[in-house]
């Protein structure tokens, strides 16, 4: 039985077990190198194919064909699929990586010490949630200083000093110099 896609088999889902293995050889997509993301490499026995087909499906039926890929889809450039929803087809496009959906679960900036002219003050972010994922040595810690209308401007230079021996991606140590009031702003990529 020639069937490589659901109208080959009169609308219905492909049996695997009972697809031609030339014409249907599925491979399972497990290596995901992002999150909703998954990645094929092609195999000696694939190689000079003229096509992929991607199918939604399971390990007994393929159910849905979703992309059909060719080589000259590859060649120019469109070299990933993207499937959208339970029933949608996809298309071809060029691969992008994407910036990744953290699950932050709390986020604080918290302020210790006396809080006076010329007193040590430390500075701790408090995350909780998937940090493994956050690119920690770009976090960028700023200091903005307000005035008595609570228009923010930036600091001047000796408003306040940092300890740099003891600055880590979430902790920073300083003195302020003058009086006023502050914003803390904090800032983390994945």
């Not at 490589?4 to 695997?16: A, H, P, V």
């Not at 496009?93 to 302020?111: K, L, N, T, W």
């Amino acid at each position: 039985m020639n069937l490589r896609t659901r109208t080959d088999n009169e609308g219905k889902d492909i049996e695997i077990s009972k697809a031609d293995k030339e014409l249907v050889s599925p491979v399972i997509l497990t290596d995901s190198p992002e999150t909703q993301v998954y990645r094929h490499v092609i195999t000696k026995d694939e190689e000079g194919a003229t096509e992929l087909r991607f199918f939604r499906g399971n390990d007994k039926y393929l159910w849905n064909e979703s992309v059909l890929m060719r080589y000259s889809d590859y060649k120019s450039g469109n070299n990933c699929v993207k499937v959208q929803g339970w029933d949608d087809t996809g298309y071809v496009c060029p691969y992008v990586p994407r910036r990744h959906i953290i699950q932050i679960d709390s986020f604080e900036i918290r302020a210790e010490g006396r809080k006076k002219v010329n007193r040590k003050i430390t500075l701790d972010l408090e995350i909780e949630g998937e940090v493994e994922l956050l690119s920690k040595e770009d976090t960028v810690i700023s200091i903005t200083k307000t005035d008595s209308a609570g228009n923010e401007y930036e600091c001047s230079e000796g408003e306040f000093l940092y300890d740099e021996s003891k600055n880590e991606w979430n902790h920073r140590e300083l003195i302020f110099k003058e009086s006023g009031n502050y914003h803390i702003h904090a800032e983390i990529t994945d």
